[in-house]
């Protein structure tokens, strides 16, 4: 079974950066993991859908929500399988619970979450 397992999150003030990294790791009915064509972060405030923040493509385009644009880069390690999301100057709207996500593992349709880091960012 594929895993995701997220790190980095906690409190911080306005203003202040973190750091989230997530590592897929492994198999897919029954196989390694080969690709991830698409990696990325969501999120999901309080009372509110989960959204998307940020996605990277194994050739390294990149898709930021507005939100996150200026503020936040979204990098991988194709090697290791995983992905970072350096998060800067954040705001306490930026409060939520960070979700990693992989698409199209090995070129299946499918989507991986992981469980979830809180992130929390006061005023």
């Known amino acids: 079974q594929v895993q995701l397992v997220e790190s980095g999150g906690g409190l911080v003030q306005a203003g202040g950066s973190l750091r989230l990294s997530c590592i897929a790791s492994?198999?897919?009915?029954?196989?390694?993991?080969?690709?991830?064509?698409?990696m990325g972060w969501y999120r999901q405030a309080a009372g509110k859908q989960r959204e998307l923040v940020a996605q990277i493509t194994s050739g390294g385009g990149t898709n930021y929500a507005d939100s996150a644009k200026g503020r936040f880069t979204i990098s991988r390690d194709n090697a290791r399988n995983t992905v970072t999301l350096e998060m800067d100057s954040l705001k306490p709207e930026d409060s939520a619970v960070y979700y990693c996500?992989?698409?199209?593992?090995?070129?299946?349709?499918?989507?991986?979450w992981g469980k979830g880091t809180l992130v929390t960012v006061s005023s």
């Open positions: 492994g198999t897919i009915f029954g196989r390694p993991i080969i690709s991830i064509p698409v």
């Open positions: 996500n992989i698409q199209r593992v090995n070129d299946y349709v499918l989507h991986y």
